[in-house]
C-alpha cells in the first residue's frame, strides 16, 4: 500500500514538473501575446479596439486576404503536384516508385526561405527559364511575381505533406471496391474521382490542413521574396520596426492563432459522421494495374515533370553555392569553391550554434515527450490527458507568435548581472523544444504502444521496482522510436527561423537558420549563403536518413523478439 502511494506520489512529482515547464514557455508566452492584444496600450482594461484598429486598417485587412489567397492556393498547386504522383505509385506497376516518392520527400529537407534566391535565378523575370524563353519564343511568364511567387515556392516545397499522407491513405484503400467500380463501367478519372478520393479523403484533409496552416504563418519566405503584404511578415515587421509594446504586432498573432485553430477544426468538420473504413486494408491482396504503353508514356512525362520543378531549389542552390557570377544568364558564368571556404572561416559559430540548440531542444524533448507518453498510456493519473493535449497545442502556435510572447514575457525578467532572460541563447533553445515537442512526443507515442504491458508486469512480479523496470524494460524497448523522435525533432529544429529571428539578440548567438536569413539578404552574401544552406540540408537530410534507420531497426528488432 505504502509502495502504490508512493508511485502515486512521484507520478504526480513528474507530471507537475512537465505541467510547469509547459505552462511557463508554452502557456504564458501564448496567454501574454493574448492579453496585450485585448489590453489598452500601455496597460489597462480589456477592450476590443485593437481587433477594430485591425479591421480599419487597409494593409492589415488586405495582408490577411493576401495570407488566405496564397495559403488555398498554395494548397491547390500543392495537390496538383502530390495527387499524380501519389496515384501513380500506389495504384500502378510503376518503375521506380520508391524513388519517386523519395525524390518527393526532398523539398522538406530544405526550408521554403532558402530556395527563395535559387528560385528567382531559375525561374524570376530574369531567370534562366525566362531568359530561354524570351530568346526562343519571344515571352516570358511571371512564376516568381509578387504573390505568385509566394505560392510557386510554397507549393513546391510543402506538397510533400499531401503526397505523404495522400499515399498512405491510398494504400489502406481496399481496391477490392475500385475494381467493382470498374466491372460496373466506371474507369480513369472518374474512378479516382468517386471513388479513390473520397475513400482518402482523411489523408488529404490532413496534409492540405497542414500545408494551409504551414504557410499562412510562414514569415521568412514572404520577406525574401520582398512580398511584405501578408499578416506573418507584418506581425515580425511591426514588431521588429516599432518595439514590443505596439499592440497590433499581438493583435495580428492572435489572428494567426486563430485561423491556425480554426483551420484544424474545420478539417476536423469535414471528416465529422462520414464513415471511410473498408473491410480490409492494403488493397485486399490484388494486384497493381499495368500501365498501357501510351498510358506509361504520359505517366513517366508527368512525374519527371514534377520531380523536375520540386528539385529545382535544390539544384539552383547548388548551383549557386559553386558560382562566381551569375546574372542573366542561364547558368552560372564560373564556378569557385570560395564561397564554401568564406562559410567555413567566417560562419562556422551558425554551424557550432545549431548543433548545440538543436541538440539541446531534441534531448528536451524526448525527455518530456517520453515522460508523457508514459503518464498517459501507463498510468491512472487524473488529468494525465491533458498534458498530451497541451504539448500537442503547439503544433497550432506559430513560430513568431512564439517568439514575440517570450520577448513581451521574459524580456523585463532581468538575471543578476542585469541581462533580459529574452536575450540568453538558452531561450531559443526553450522556444525550438516547444516548437518541435509533438514530434518527439508522437514518437515516443507510438514506440511506447508498441511494448506489451505484461512485460513490465512480469519484471515486477520478479521484484523489480517501477524505476528499474522503466530503466531496464520499456526505455531499452522504445529506443528506436526515441532515437527516431530525437532526430527529426534535431532536423526540423536545426532549420526553424520563426521563432529565432525574433530572438536572436546577437549574431555570436545566432544558428544556422539565422545565418542564413542574413547572408540571403544581400546580393554579395547570397553565395556564402547558398553554401551555408547546402551544408543545412546535407545536415537535415543525415538526420533524416538516421530517423529512418533508426526506425526501421527498432521494427526489425520488434519483429525478432515476437
Not at 505560392?151 to 505523404?164: M, S
Amino acid at each position: 500500500m505504502a509502495l502504490a502511494g508512493t508511485r502515486s506520489l512521484g507520478q504526480a512529482a513528474l507530471a507537475l514538473a512537465i505541467a510547469l515547464f509547459l505552462g511557463l514557455f508554452l502557456v504564458v508566452p501564448v496567454a501574454t501575446v493574448i492579453y496585450v492584444a485585448f489590453t489598452e496600450k500601455g496597460g489597462g482594461a480589456l477592450t476590443l479596439v485593437n481587433f477594430l484598429d485591425f479591421a480599419r486598417t487597409e494593409l492589415f485587412v488586405r495582408s490577411f486576404w493576401n495570407s488566405v489567397y496564397v495559403s488555398a492556393m498554395t494548397v491547390v498547386w500543392a495537390s496538383a503536384l502530390a495527387l499524380p504522383l501519389a496515384y501513380l505509385t500506389t495504384r500502378f506497376e510503376f518503375r521506380g516508385a520508391m524513388l519517386v516518392q523519395t525524390l518527393g520527400f526532398l523539398p522538406l529537407v530544405m526550408p521554403p526561405f532558402v530556395g527563395a534566391v535559387a528560385m528567382q535565378l531559375l525561374f524570376g523575370r530574369n531567370g534562366s527559364v525566362n531568359l530561354l524563353l524570351d530568346e526562343w519564343f519571344d515571352f516570358k511568364i511571371g512564376f516568381m511575381e509578387g504573390l505568385n511567387g509566394v505560392i510557386f515556392l510554397q507549393a513546391i516545397h510543402y506538397f510533400p505533406f499531401i503526397l505523404v499522407n495522400l499515399s498512405a491513405a491510398l494504400r489502406n484503400i481496399d481496391r477490392a471496391m475500385e475494381e467493382a467500380a470498374q466491372n460496373l463501367g466506371s474507369h480513369g478519372l472518374r474512378l479516382f474521382r468517386r471513388i479513390a478520393l473520397p475513400l482518402a479523403l482523411p489523408g488529404y484533409i490532413a496534409g492540405a490542413s497542414l500545408v494551409f496552416v504551414k504557410v499562412f504563418d510562414d514569415v521568412a519566405t514572404p520577406l525574401l521574396l520582398n512580398v511584405k503584404e501578408m499578416l506573418a511578415p507584418q506581425a515580425y515587421l511591426r514588431i521588429t520596426s516599432i518595439g514590443i509594446d505596439d499592440p497590433m504586432g499581438y493583435v495580428i498573432s492572435v489572428v494567426l492563432i486563430g485561423v491556425a485553430v480554426a483551420t484544424m477544426w474545420a478539417s476536423a468538420q469535414v471528416l465529422k459522421g462520414k464513415d471511410y473504413a473498408t473491410t480490409q486494408r492494403g488493397g485486399g491482396g490484388l494486384a497493381r494495374r499495368k500501365l498501357k504503353p501510351r498510358e506509361s508514356v504520359l505517366a513517366y512525362a508527368v512525374v519527371i515533370l514534377i520531380l523536375a520543378l520540386v528539385l529545382a531549389p535544390h539544384v539552383g542552390l547548388l548551383l549557386l553555392s559553386f558560382a562566381t557570377v551569375w546574372s542573366f544568364s542561364p547558368l552560372p558564368d564560373g564556378y569557385t569553391l570560395a564561397h564554401y571556404a568564406r562559410v567555413l572561416d567566417d560562419s562556422s559559430g551558425y554551424i557550432k550554434n545549431t548543433l548545440l540548440y538543436s541538440g539541446l531542444a531534441a534531448g528536451i524533448d524526448i525527455v518530456i515527450g517520453g515522460a508523457i507518453a508514459y503518464l498517459v498510456l501507463r498510468t491512472k493519473l487524473p488529468g494525465r490527458q491533458w498534458l498530451d493535449w497541451a504539448a500537442s497545442t503547439a503544433l497550432a502556435v506559430p513560430g513568431i507568435v512564439l517568439g514575440i510572447g517570450y520577448l513581451r514575457a521574459f524580456y523585463g525578467v532581468k538575471m543578476p548581472d542585469g541581462t533580459p532572460l529574452a536575450a540568453l541563447w538558452i531561450v531559443i533553445v526553450l522556444a525550438i523544444a516547444i516548437r518541435r515537442l509533438p514530434y518527439a512526443l508522437r514518437a515516443a507515442y507510438a514506440a511506447l504502444q508498441q511494448i506489451s504491458v505484461s512485460l513490465e508486469e512480469a519484471a515486477e512480479n520478479l521484484g523489480a521496482t517501477k524505476v528499474r523496470t522503466v530503466r531496464r524494460i520499456v526505455i531499452p524497448l522504445m529506443t528506436g522510436g526515441l532515437l527516431a523522435g530525437f532526430v527529426t525533432s534535431f532536423a526540423t529544429a536545426a532549420v526553424e527561423l520563426s521563432a529565432v529571428l525574433m530572438l536572436v539578440q546577437s549574431n555570436s548567438d545566432a544558428p544556422l537558420a539565422y545565418g542564413l536569413y542574413v547572408l540571403m539578404q544581400t546580393p554579395a552574401g547570397r553565395g556564402a549563403g547558398a553554401a551555408l544552406g547546402v551544408i543545412a540540408v546535407v545536415i537535415v537530410a543525415i538526420c533524416m536518413g538516421l530517423a529512418q534507420l533508426a526506425a526501421d531497426r527498432s521494427q526489425r528488432a520488434r519483429g525478432l523478439d515476437i
